[in-house]
Nanobody, 123 residues
């Protein structure tokens, strides 16, 4: 069992900042890529930012230059620093992790998702 626990959401001001965290815990042997996704009311689920185990990052065009994803491999935790917030950043933000775990006699990989954390930006 793998749990991804997000924290740091809440109410932010337009132009302000928020920082999200996502920690993976449970029984697993390795964590590969991790990332943040979001879903706003009436809109499709979209990728916000991803980071590989080696630190390579990828961003949604609309957040480039404003958001920064980082990772602490020792803690199996990722962060999303969100600056210059806009009202259109309002959404539920979900953490995802590509997890390797032992399921004898095999080693398996699967995606795990967090429960989501609400980010609301007021203008």
């Amino acid at each position: 069992q793998v749990q991804l626990v997000e924290s740091g959401g809440g109410l932010g001001q337009a132009g302000g900042s928020l920082r999200l965290s996502c920690a993976a815990s449970g029984s697993f042997s390795r964590v590969y890529g991790m990332g943040w996704y979001r879903q706003a009311p009436g809109k499709q689920h979209e990728l916000v930012a991803t980071i590989s185990s080696g630190g390579n990052t990828n961003y949604l065009d609309s957040v480039k230059g404003r958001f920064a994803i980082s990772r602490d491999n020792d803690k199996n935790t990722i962060y999303l620093q969100m600056n210059s917030l806009k009202s259109e950043d309002t959404a539920v933000y979900f953490c995802k992790a590509d997890i390797e775990y032992v399921d004898l006699p095999r080693v398996r990989r699967s995606d795990s998702w967090g429960q989501g954390t609400q980010v609301t930006v007021s203008s």
